[in-house]
C-alpha cells in the first residue's frame, strides 16, 4: 500500500475521513454555482450590449478599477471571459464526478450509511448482526452534549 494514505484505524477516523470527503464535494458544489452565477451576469451583459453600436463608450471593472472602453474592445473580452468560466466549470464537473465517485467507494469498502431521522428509531428495534459498518449523521447535523 505505498504511496496511499494510512488505512483509518476506527470508525471515528473513518467518519472523520467521510465528514471531509462530504466537505470536499459540498465545495466543489458551490464554487460551480458560484461560477454559473458569474456565468449567467456575463450572458447578460453580453446580451445587453451586442446590439448596441460598436463606437458607444461603456465601462468594465478590471481589477477593482473602473475603465472606460468601447463596446468594440469590451464585446470579445466579455465572451472571452464566459467562454473561460466555461472551461472551468466542466473541469470542476469532472473532479466532483470524480469525487463523488471516491466517496461512493469509500461508502463501499467501510459499508457506510447515511443515517435518517426516521432510521434513529428504526435501529433499535432492528439488528443485523453481519452487516456492521459506520453509520453518519445527515450533513449540517451536530450531535447532543
Known amino acids: 500500500m505505498a504511496g496511499k494514505a494510512e488505512e483509518p484505524v476506527n470508525e471515528q477516523a473513518v467518519a472523520t475521513i467521510y465528514g471531509n ?18 456565468v449567467s451576469e ?19 471593472m478590471i481589477g477593482g478599477v473602473l475603465v472606460e472602453r468601447t463596446i468594440k474592445e469590451v464585446l470579445p473580452a466579455v465572451q472571452h471571459n464566459k467562454e473561460g468560466l466555461e472551461m ?28 435518517k431521522g ?8 432492528k439488528k443485523e448482526g453481519s452487516a456492521q459498518g459506520v453509520l453518519v449523521g445527515p450533513a449540517g447535523a451536530t450531535e447532543p452534549n
Not at 462530504?22 to 452565477?37: F, G, P
Not at 453580453?46 to 461603456?58: E, G, Y
Open 88 to 115: 472551468v466549470i466542466a473541469r470542476l464537473n469532472e473532479a466532483l464526478e470524480k469525487k463523488k465517485k471516491e466517496m461512493a467507494d469509500f461508502e463501499a469498502k467501510y459499508k457506510i450509511r447515511i443515517k
Open 21 to 38: 470527503m462530504r466537505a470536499d464535494i459540498n465545495q466543489v458544489y458551490s464554487k460551480i454555482t458560484e461560477l454559473e452565477m458569474e
Open 42 to 60: 456575463h450572458s447578460l451583459v453580453i446580451n445587453a450590449i451586442k446590439p448596441l453600436d460598436q463606437s458607444r463608450r461603456c465601462y468594465r
Open 118 to 125: 426516521d432510521e434513529v428509531k428504526d435501529d433499535a428495534s
